[in-house]
């Protein structure tokens, strides 16, 4: 699988032949038998419908004129009266299951959603080809390339029970059943062999080897995987929560490209922790009192070839005074932007301080209190195309697509305003008193979902970014979340005022 490298919005309109018989091609090379025609809803969730490979690789028709679905049925898509919509297949988006063999090997195929009668217009409900391929558009418009890099962590257990949770951390969620501890205990050999005996303390699991870290063959065997479909792995390890926290990081991309590959990592860590009975969750914090998953995101700017981010001139972080701006519109859009990139009730709940997320809206070299931060591994003219801003207020529960263009969207916005993001903090910001962060300037992201609902409501930035259907849709959708979260009485409740 190869990255898009047409004009922006080509790949939207028609698709390009030699790219349709290489996907033709890759799927009677690989025996497929089945295709999922896969795309993503306004919550983020990977949707798919499977058709015969036939249908693919016998003539054009599924590339030239799409295949009709029912909208309405799709989270934030269409009403009942105006259901039918157009699913048309990215070529360049094909990517071939490996854990899938004979009869039932299969193959994804991410596509762009249109309108009936024959549109080549993006409909207004589709992530991807209206938010993430429009926001592409705007920086291609701007002279710019951009190119996004995400750190993705999630969780594997061998077993959720939502009927038993508990509240002691040291009792695992899967309800008494199986490891008491929470993560699968790998033999390498046989992987469903539980082969326990460690205990890995809250927050203290990071980077751990081998036998105390239960995943790591669950790891190798994603990456494996992963690499199998066009992905370049570039490192994996176990994350800082205790029980069985993963991280599993791939090379930066356009964004398109890299919003598709984050929808195809969790199917295949799903799926391959399916394999071994267990659960692979990218809900942000399922462990109380220790770390939660984020989702980092590294972001550069190219213009002719070059990084404009990098300025070797710069004593501070080498960094170009563009970079700057574009740091400057992703603080001062911060707020909203975090309903977008932390979409869920139980992201505020990673949002705290105490457990390395990033709650204080400034920048800084190095630093990971910061929202955003420059990584300082390397300097100098070798690696200035290494230089690059990382956003850190991104959890995996967002959708990808919306979160891509909504990064972008707020530092291209910056650099077109020339908004100045004011001195870095080189400081643990932790360890900050209330009146030295309020010297500084420093202010706090939303701590709950309502809140950075009413900041993306006072943001017209946003509203431009993901279009008005799409806009109003996420707005109530995300409401009634927090609303119907609001009435739920929860465990911690009974525990906490059942003797009052």
């Known amino acids: 699988m190869t990255s898009t490298k047409k004009s922006v919005m080509e790949g939207a309109m028609a698709p390009n032949l030699d790219t349709i018989d290489a996907a033709k091609r890759i799927l009677v090379d690989k025996k497929v038998k089945w295709v999922l025609c896969a795309f993503t809803d306004i919550r983020g969730i990977f949707q798919s419908f499977s058709s015969p490979v036939k249908h693919f690789t016998e003539g054009d028709q599924y590339f030239d004129v799409g295949i009709g679905f029912d909208g309405s049925s799709i989270r934030g898509f269409k ?55 429009k926001a592409l558009q705007k920086a291609d418009a701007m002279g710019f390339v ?67 870290d239960t995943t790591n063959a669950y790891r190798n065997e994603l990456a494996n995987t992963l690499e199998e479909m066009g992905y370049t792995i570039e490192m994996h390890h176990h994350e800082v929560s205790t029980k069985g926290q993963c991280e599993l990081n791939y090379r930066y991309g356009e964004i398109v490209e890299t919003a598709d590959k984050i929808q195809i990592y969790k199917l295949a860590a799903r799926n391959i922790a399916a394999k071994h009975g267990w659960i692979a969750t990218f809900m942000p914090k399922p462990i109380y009192l220790d770390n ?76 990971r209190s910061a929202l955003i931060r420059i990584p ?24 990808p697509y919306f979160a891509f263009a909504a990064i972008l969207s707020a530092g291209l916005d910056g650099i077109k305003k020339k908004i100045d993001p004011g001195d870095p903090v080189d400081k643990d910001v932790y360890e900050m008193t209330a009146s030295e962060k309020a010297d500084a300037g420093i202010t706090q992201l939303p701590t709950t979902l309502r809140d950075a609902l009413d900041a993306l409501e006072s943001d017209d930035l946003f509203k431009e970014v993901l279009g008005s259907h799409l806009y109003d849709g996420f707005v109530e959708y995300k409401s009634q979340e927090w609303n119907q979260y609001c009435l739920y009485v929860t465990p911690w409740e009974i525990m906490k005022y059942l003797d009052y």
């Open 146 to 212: 951009p190119y996004f890099g995400p750190e993705i962590e999630f969780f594997v257990f061998k077993s959720i029970d939502p009927s038993h949770l508990h509240y002691d951390i040291f009792v695992s969620p899967a309800g008494g059943s199986g490891d008491s501890w929470g993560p699968p205990r790998v033999n390498p050999e046989s992987p469903e062999t539980d082969v326990g005996g460690y205990i890995l303390r809250p927050k203290e699991a990071y980077f751990r080897n081998p036998p105390e």
């Open 376 to 399: 300082m591994y390397l300097r100098g003219e070798k690696y200035r195309n290494r230089r690059r801003i990382e956003y850190r207020g991104v959890d995996p529960s967002t959708n």
């Open 292 to 367: 939660a998953s984020g989702m980092h995101c590294h972001n550069s700017l190219f213009e002719n070839g070059e990084n404009v981010f990098w300025d070797p001139d710069d004593d501070y972080a080498e960094l170009s005074q563009t970079a700057r701006y574009y740091i400057g519109g992703l603080l001062d859009h911060a707020a909203a932007l975090t309903a977008i990139t932390c979409p869920t009730v139980n992201s505020y709940k990673r949002l705290v301080p105490g457990f390395e997320a990033p709650i204080n809206i400034m920048y800084s070299r190095r630093n």
């Open 79 to 133: 009403e009942l009266h105006t259901s039918d919509m157009i699913f048309y297949p990215d070529p360049e988006a094909l990517y071939v299951l490996p854990w899938t063999e004979g009869d039932q090997k299969t193959a994804v195929i991410i596509g762009d959603i249109r309108e009936p009668y024959g549109s080549r217009e993006a409909a207004d409900c589709d992530p991807r080809s209206y938010v993430c391929k």
